[in-house]
């Protein structure tokens, strides 16, 4: 009896390939763009927790200075001597040519075993380690962009981070320029009895436990769970295919429900047996979409890895590696969704009644029924947005704004359609246009799934460019404001910079400096610059909010300025006192807008620093010229310095540079869209194919009436572009509403800044057209069938059979 | 002579080959006079009517109507004259699902462009409607959804009207009335009426009747 249940179910799916597909499809990419973005958050957190674990950390305690600062080498020595077991670490950043490197430099023979990361303190690798040049140790994708720079030796070691040297701290000090500094000490876990307290040994210094969690994890968090909502919403919009595809043959194989339980199969086990099958389905097109959601995420990655490396300095190496997890998260997803996704037709199926004819409208007419509950369900959804929009805060009630908004205006969109084509067939003059509307009315409850999929993922896409260009337009005018001097110059050497100063000093208008310290401000990792007073910054620093004659103040010494993420993150005003490194206090008397930047910024005045930093790197210097003769003195300093290329950049190169982190930064939001709307119109299309098979005897009788195929496919035709636009036109205001909350929730959230927000009309019409050719895609193929179909199909329709 | 079929061949392409449905069928039909048509079922009776409503194309033979060959028009030519010159009756299926049924009842004759709101009204009257015609057509029982379409096709007034069985769904005294309504139809207007029918009582109130046997008729 089951045996024949589950043949007679399965035949069906025999007969009707197509559908099968579109299920399938719709569930794989459902769960690939899901399963990309674990993948790619999955691997950006792994190279995060191994950055974190680097040498122990995440095991060891340590000892650092509050402000963030390095310390005297002496602290190391005094803590050895009142009998602590402590280990030196000097950490900096440095460039051996283009390539950008974090180098620890660590002591070998005080280290603890925790974080004895390499093997180094066995047999002959001891000696080349600590004596000059050194050895470098670094992961192999890292050694490999080094093979073309001059280096002291370097050696790979599997499992550091990518981007990290670790070399001998002897060697790490010479190379970072700071001679009898450390930056932290590692303590052994077990000390010894009677060693004196460490208020009293290292007074300066503080404890920090091992169990704090990196900077990098929280600062990227937001960047992650941004990801995670946009394929959540690819995996919501997959979920309708999935829906509709389920329901329709659910709703098609009623009579053979009928039949097996008139024939004796116990609803309970029908429904089993249905499970059992929909369980298949969803782990197949479970397997099939992780697979190519390791696809997309492999061709994202990149994009993804340039992003956190631009935007919060974190390494992530630009591979996959494939994690199990992925693969169960992804299955699981596809099971659970499937099953959501099929619930309703489950329930259904429970209380099927036996004896009810076999009605070929009932699906759509619950449906009509439902747009009731619906609109109601909607109305909440948009009054819980707004009533968070009012009263929440934070990342996550961003996100859930989002969520209700967007839910609640794809729950709102059949019946406001409803309403528009009642309206639409009241205008109507004759039988044919009263027809048409009347018509697509009946159509929309067997659409509105498909349509509502349609209205998210333009939605969507509306609010995410809208963003995206406004974010550009503010970015690219602060960028002109923030690079205002000409060229910028990298000296080698302190000696160096003295001469290119002095060099400088007949060629050119001004020479500003641009020297900073990295320490904390506030408990958040900042960088101190000091600035010149000078009309450069008076006349061009993106200034968002400051008191009158901010610029004297900062140049007279008592004043800083800091930048927006600094500010709304600690929530510091104007006027508001920081402590800076090495305990000094500063009031604030400006905020500046810094786009693109993870850290905190304070600016001074450039003798406020080095007064109070004395030892601050004097190695970079923007120059002031006359815009025309910027080249021959870039090229002047090259040659009189021999300085590579790269010490030496113009403006516009920067700006080039910037704007492609920028880009970058977005590439990955922007595909994700574009899947989704891919996503989308596939929906639409797999809607479209099923319900056009039902579509004739709503057709055949206007045919026989009088109208020519091709007239009938033309007005199919139009119909679906007329929902599409309709749909098209319902998304403008929910997605403008999306890109207000992206631009001054989310990314006030997850940045630390807020932009204005600009509309850009002629990306909207692109946009527009871009759906309603996919649409007109989608429906020209049943429609062209519709022409093409012959008489006797049409006439089948009157028969007695059907 | 309002309808003339010359030699007509129809083939049904099945699995098993090419089934021969009509095999040289002649016939012919005045303006003002009625045909029944019958034969077992099977016999080729609806394939027949839509090759004379311009539905489908027969593979021989040729279908003069008001003087004009309709075999080989296109699409265009044939769609207008199932517009304005034959009406069809279906067995079945034959309302458009999503306008009610005044909708219906006007749709061929406004198509048509020959609306006529008074005529409406008397045909609804007349076939028992008056009370439904703001029903939709599933909330129609089968015989009152017969009653639309045969309204809807003398809405039109068309030359020549084409029924299949169009009496199938009703009771006898209702398929009666109904029947009468066509007949005075075809008498006021002078248009032709070619009927299919299984009943002989009905068959016989027609002015001729022809039977459909194998493929030809008898
Ligand atoms: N579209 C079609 N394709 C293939 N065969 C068809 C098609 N339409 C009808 N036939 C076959 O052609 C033959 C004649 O069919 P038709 O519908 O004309 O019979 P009928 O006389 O109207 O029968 P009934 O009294 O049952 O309505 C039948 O054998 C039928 O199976
Ligand atoms: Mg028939």
């Known amino acids: ?802 | 002579m309002l309808l003339r079929l010359h030699q007509i061949d129809k083939f049904y392409p099945t699995g098993e080959g090419p089934l021969h449905v009509l095999r040289g069928i002649d016939l012919s039909l005045e303006a003002g006079k009625s045909l029944a048509l019958t034969g077992e079922s099977g016999s080729g009776k609806s394939t027949l009517l839509h090759l004379v409503a311009g539905l489908d194309s027969p593979d021989a033979g040729e279908i003069h109507l008001g003087g004009t060959n309709i075999v080989g028009l296109n699409d265009t030519a044939l769609a207008a004259l199932r517009r304005g010159t034959v009406g069809l009756v279906f067995q079945q299926f034959n309302l458009i699902p999503s306008l009610d049924v005044a909708a219906n009842l006007a749709f061929q004759a406004r198509l048509a462009g020959r609306p006529d709101p008074a005529w409406l009204k008397v045909l609804a009257k007349r076939l028992g409607l008056a009370q439904v015609l703001t029903r939709y057509p599933e909330q129609l029982s089968s015989g009152q959804q017969q009653r639309v379409a045969i309204g809807r096709t003398l809405a039109a007034r068309p030359r020549l009207v084409l029924a299949d069985e169009p009496t199938g769904n009703l009771d006898e005294a209702t398929g009666d009335a109904v029947l009468d309504l066509m007949l005075s139809l075809v008498a006021e207007t002078g248009a032709a009426l070619l009927m299919v029918t299984h009943s002989n009582r009905l068959a016989n109130r027609l002015n001729a009747r022809v039977h459909l046997h194998a493929g030809r008729l008898v």
């Open chain 1, 1 to 802: 009896m089951v045996w024949i249940g589950l043949t007679a179910l399965l035949s069906y799916w025999r007969r009707r390939p197509v559908q099968l597909a579109m299920l399938l499809l719709g569930l794989s990419l459902a769960t690939a763009l899901w399963s990309a973005v674990q993948a790619i958050n999955g691997e950006a957190r792994a190279s995060y927790d191994r950055a974190a674990a680097i040498l122990g950390q995440d095991r060891l305690a340590q000892l650092v200075r509050e402000d963030g600062a390095r310390m005297d080498q002496q602290e190391f020595v005094r803590l050895r001597r009142a009998g602590w077991l402590a280990s030196p670490v000097i950490e900096g950043e440095m460039r051996f040519g283009d390539v950008r490197l974090r180098v620890l430099g660590i002591d070998p023979l005080t280290l603890p075993p925790q974080a004895q990361q390499v093997d180094i303190a066995a047999g002959d690798e001891l000696l080349p380690f600590i004596t000059a040049p050194g050895v470098l140790y670094a992961a192999p994708e890292t050694a490999a962009r080094l093979t073309e720079q001059a280096t002291p030796p370097v050696r790979v070691a599997e499992g550091l981070p990518p981007g990290t040297v670790v070399t001998d701290i002897g060697q790490a000090q010479v190379l970072l320029g700071a001679k009898h500094k450390i930056s932290r000490l590692l303590l052994w876990p077990d000390q010894p009895i009677g060693r004196a307290p460490l208020k009293v040994t290292a007074p300066g210094l503080t404890l920090r436990e091992p169990s704090e969690t990196g900077d990098l994890a929280r600062l990227t968090d937001s960047f992650h769970l941004n990801l995670t909502a946009f394929g959540f919403l690819a995996f919501a919009v997959g979920l309708f295919i999935v829906h509709s595809a389920i329901g329709l043959a659910f709703e098609q194989r009623r009579q053979v429900f009928r039949t097996l339980r008139a024939l004796g199969l116990p609803a309970r086990v029908l429904v089993l047996l249905l499970i059992a099958e929909l369980l298949t389905f969803a782990l197949l097109a479970g397997l099939v979409g992780v697979a190519l959601g390791y696809v997309v995420a492999s061709a994202l990655l990149p994009d993804v890895a340039a992003t956190l490396r631009g935007l919060y300095g974190a390494d992530v190496p630009g591979t996959l590696s494939i994690r199990p997890e992925v693969w169960a998260a992804g299955l699981a997803i596809a099971v659970i969704g499937t099953l959501v996704a099929a619930a309703q037709s489950l329930w259904r199926l429970w209380h099927l009644p036996l004896l009810a004819a076999a009605q070929p409208r009932a699906w759509a007419r619950t449906s009509e029924r439902a747009l009731g509950a619906q609109g109601v369900a909607a109305m909440v959804l948009l009054l819980t947005a707004a009533g968070i929009a009012h009263f929440g805060s934070g990342l996550e009630a961003g996100f859930a704004l989002l969520a209700a908004l967007l839910l609640g205006a794809a729950l709102a969109l059949p019946l406001v359609l409803t309403g528009i084509l009642h309206l639409g067939g009241r205008l109507a003059r004759g039988p044919l246009a009263e027809w048409f509307w009347a018509d697509t009315r009946q159509q929309l409850p067997g659409l509105s799934l498909a349509l509502m999929a349609l209205l998210l993922a333009l939605a969507a896409n509306v609010g995410v460019s809208t963003m995206v260009s406004s974010f550009r337009l503010t970015f690219t005018g602060w960028l002109d404001q923030r690079l205002a001097s000409e060229l910028y110059v990298t000296a080698r050497t302190e000696a160096e910079a003295t001469a290119i100063r002095d060099w400088l000093a007949q060629r050119s208008d001004a020479v500003l400096p641009i020297w900073s310290i990295e320490g904390r401000v506030a408990g958040q990792p900042a960088a101190i610059y000091g600035v010149a007073d000078h009309a450069t910054y008076r006349d061009n620093w993106p200034i968002l909010s400051a008191v009158p004659e901010v610029w004297d103040r900062i140049a007279t010494g008592d004043g800083a300025l800091i930048n927006e993420q600094l500010a709304r993150r600690q929530e510091l005003g104007l006027g508001d006192q920081i402590t800076l490194p090495g305990g000094w206090r500063a009031s604030i008397v400006g905020v500046y807008a810094d786009y693109g930047n993870p850290i905190g910024q304070v600016i001074i005045g450039i003798d406020t620093l080095v007064q109070h930093y004395p030892d601050v790197s004097r190695l970079r210097y923007a120059i002031r010229i006359a815009p025309g003769k910027a080249e021959s003195l870039a090229a002047g300093l090259r040659a009189e310095f021999g300085l590579p290329a790269q010490n030496v950049i113009d403006q516009a190169g920067i700006k080039v540079f910037s704007l492609k982190v920028f880009e970058r930064t977005f590439n990955v939001t922007a595909a994700l869209n574009v899947l989704t709307l891919g996503v989308a119109g596939l929906a639409m299309f797999a809607s479209v194919m099923t319900l056009s098979g039902m579509r004739l005897p709503q057709l055949a009788p206007v045919w026989a009436i009088g109208l020519t195929r091709r007239h009938l496919a033309w007005l199919e035709l139009s119909r679906g572009l007329l929902l599409a636009a309709l749909t098209m036109l319902a998304a403008l205001p929910v997605g403008i509403a999306l890109a207000f909350v992206l631009l001054a929730v989310v990314n006030v959230e997850a940045f630390g800044w807020r932009l204005p927000m600009h509309l850009f009309p002629g990306d909207l019409a692109r946009l527009a057209a871009l759906a309603l050719l996919a649409v007109g895609l989608a429906a020209a193929v049943p429609a062209w069938r519709l022409a093409h179909l012959s008489p006797s199909d049409l006439l089948k329709v009157f028969a007695h059979e059907r």
